[in-house]
T-cell receptor, first 115, second 112 residues
Framework: EPEVTQTPSHQVTQMGQEVILRCVPI?????FYWYRQILGQKVEFLVS????????KSEIFDDQFSVERPDGSNFTLKIRSTKLEDSAMYFC?????????????FGPGTRLTVL | RKEVEQDPGPFNVPEGATVAFNCTYS??????FFWYRQDCRKEPKLLMS???SGNEDGRFTAQLNRASQYISLLIRDSKLSDSATYLC?????????????FGKGTHLIIQP
């Protein structure tokens, strides 16, 4: 069964450093998403991406965040200057379409720890 | 403001029991509703969509009340493997690729 993959599974970084989280969405999917979940908190939407541009973003997704599809398979989330409060599980998801009938499939997540 | 509220639990129930969870959402423009399941330190996985007429999938039944902005999930004949956090999820269709709005989840523990 096709699945979303994410690397690394765990990333530890120093405050102020840049990190890039990588995702490989399901191959025939056209819509990509990033979510985060701070430990003990709810899953929060960050951004959606379609046709090589951001489709929607939440108020969490400020100027320190960026997304990119650098090639035909990868989808990345960059955090420019990490803060302690960026420590969270980051989930990538993908879907065939962008409407309400298309299930979003989640990857296993990258646990980001900012020291 | 888009909010989804759930009782966090935990719900401790014996194997074989029936258990029900509820959820309320704040934005009446909500279009689609789902229950996801999340195991400890794992990704959310879709359990079932929730339709206005109510729908059933095996031991699971979901109901939606748009007038009260209320969603429910019923699990019958609960199994040990049902132990997980159940996430109430809402989608607001703004025309773009919409993100999902998650509740904080209800933690269910099935005891042998």
């Amino acid at each position: 069964e096709p699945e979303v993959t994410q690397t690394p599974s765990h990333q530890v970084t120093q405050m102020g450093q840049e990190v890039i989280l990588r995702c490989v969405p399901i191959s025939n999917h056209l819509y990509f998403y990033w979510y985060r979940q701070i430990l003990g908190q709810k899953v929060e939407f960050l951004v959606s991406f379609y046709n090589n541009e951001i489709s929607e973003k939440s108020e969490i997704f400020d100027d320190q965040f960026s997304v990119e599809r650098p090639d035909g398979s990868n989808f990345t989330l960059k955090i420019r200057s990490t803060k302690l409060e960026d420590s969270a599980m980051y989930f990538c998801a993908s879907s065939e379409g962008g409407n309400t009938y298309n299930e979003q499939f989640f990857g296993p997540g990258t646990r980001l720890t900012v020291l | 403001r888009k909010e989804v509220e759930q009782d966090p639990g935990p719900f401790n129930v014996p194997e074989g029991a029936t258990v029900a969870f509820n959820c309320t959402y704040s934005n009446s423009a909500s279009q689609s509703f789902f229950w996801y399941r999340q195991d400890c330190r794992k990704e959310p996985k879709l359990l079932m969509s929730v339709y206005s007429s109510g729908n059933e999938d095996g031991r699971f039944t979901a109901q939606l009340n748009r007038a009260s902005q209320y969603i429910s999930l019923l699990i019958r004949d609960s199994k040990l493997s049902d132990s997980a956090t159940y996430l109430c999820v809402v989608m607001y269709s703004g025309g773009g690729a919409d993100g999902l709005t998650f509740g904080k989840g209800t933690h269910l523990i099935i005891q042998p």
